[in-house]
């Protein structure tokens, strides 16, 4: 018998030791680098692909880069990422030759957007969004806003703060979070005249609704978005301004708990001016003043598409205290 609980010791503690080895590693290792591979891309800097680039950033990179107390893209503490990651901060993308992305070329930069390696082959996880399902003509357009000569990306010497990523953070992107393949053929402009899948393009493309709005950013399938769990059904975790819960809505079409009962105006109103028919919605939500009449078309056509999904969100924050 003593024998017995000297072997079940002994194996307790081969366990404990490896588990500690392997915790030790994670720690040590950090976020795996890769290496950046060179493409080649063809973007057009007119001042039409610029004010292009702009009304997408405009919406999709602005309110991560902005610099606190500045009007141009130095970076800042992403205060509203969830605390388990660690500390994260948005970097310095500017023009500036040593602090921003001066030194990056076109290509370097379509790269990093669609697969989150840099050019020195450091890998930006879920904190930096991959822009996977946006056409050429889109990414491109952003690239030559970043190159235009508008205030807001003019070099600024701010330092980038390094991220303190959780061990959390290391050990999901050494098992679960991964660069993103880089797309083997050119992304076509969607048909604008075929509502419904202009309005796909819009929600799992050009602006990225699906993420935030199914049932958790771990399980969004970028590739195909519709496989994501719960997809718009809402309910995913997100946080104010101040650090605390907001659950995405459920933006399907289901009567009790999505967007069923809305018509299309109560809909527009809330997407595009935050106007909604409980209330006004709050960060990290806001208003999508850009939108064409098009573009707010081709989404309501679009979700109204989508499988329901019966998930009543309010029940998050009760259930959550
Ligand atoms: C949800 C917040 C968020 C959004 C939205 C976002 N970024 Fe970022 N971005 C980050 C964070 C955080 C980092 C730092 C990543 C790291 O170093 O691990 C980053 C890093 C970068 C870098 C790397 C810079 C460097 O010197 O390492 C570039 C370039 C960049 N972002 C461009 C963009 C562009 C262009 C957009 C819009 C199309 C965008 N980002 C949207 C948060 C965001
Ligand atoms: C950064 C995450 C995020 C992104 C991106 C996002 N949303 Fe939202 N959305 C939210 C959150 C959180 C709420 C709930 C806000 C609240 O309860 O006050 C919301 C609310 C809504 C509502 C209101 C629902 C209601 O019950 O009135 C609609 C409609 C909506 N989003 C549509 C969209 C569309 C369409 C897109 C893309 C163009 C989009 N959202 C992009 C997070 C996001």
Redesign the pocket.
């Known amino acids: 018998m003593k024998k017995f609980f000297k072997i079940i010791l002994a194996v307790v503690l081969v366990v404990v030791l490896l588990l500690a080895i392997g915790y030790c590693f994670i720690a040590i290792k950090g ?1 795996p680098s890769y290496t950046a591979q060179t493409v080649t891309v063809k973007v057009s800097h007119t001042p039409q692909n610029v004010e292009r680039g702009l009304r ?2 405009s919406v ?6 902005t610099g606190n107390n500045s009007n141009q ?1 130095t ?1 800042r503490e ?1 205060f ?2 969830p605390p388990e990651f660690g500390k ?6 500017t023009q500036h030759q040593q602090y ?2 001066g030194k ?1 070329t076109d290509a370097q ?1 379509v790269y ?2 669609r697969t989150g390696v ?1 050019p020195d082959g ?4 879920i ?3 991959k ?1 996977v399902k946006m056409s050429d003509e889109d ?1 491109f357009s ?2 030559a806003y ?1 190159r235009s000569n508008h205030p807001s990306v003019q070099p600024a010497e701010a330092v ?1 703060q ?2 303190e ?1 959780s061990w959390l953070a290391k050990f999901l992107c050494n098992v679960a979070f991964k660069p993103l393949p880089y797309p083997e053929a050119p992304v076509p402009e969607p048909d604008t005249n075929n509502l419904l899948a202009y309005g796909r393009y819009l929600v799992a493309g050009r602006f990225d609704c699906f993420p935030c709005h199914s049932a958790d950013f771990k399980t969004v399938n970028v590739f195909e978005p519709e496989k994501s769990e719960g997809y718009l059904g809402g309910g995913n975790l997100l946080l104010n301004e101040a650090g605390a819960p907001v659950y995405s809505a459920n933006i399907t079409m289901d009567a009790e708990t999505g967007l069923g009962k809305y018509d299309f105006e109560q809909f527009a109103k809330a997407l595009r001016y935050g106007n909604s028919p409980h209330g006004p919605l709050r960060y990290p939500m806001f208003p999508y003043t850009i939108l064409d009449d098009l573009e707010t078309k081709a989404i309501w056509t679009y979700l109204n598409s989508v499988p329901k999904i019966k998930n009543d969100v309010s029940k998050k924050y009760t259930s959550s205290k």
């Open positions: 976020i997408l950033a999709l990179c602005i309110k991560c880069h893209l970076g992403m509203d990422m994260v901060y948005s970097s310095n993308i921003g992305i990056w930069l990093f957007l840099k450091t890998y930006a996880p904190w930096m969004p822009f990414l952003i690239i970043l980038t390094k991220c990523p």
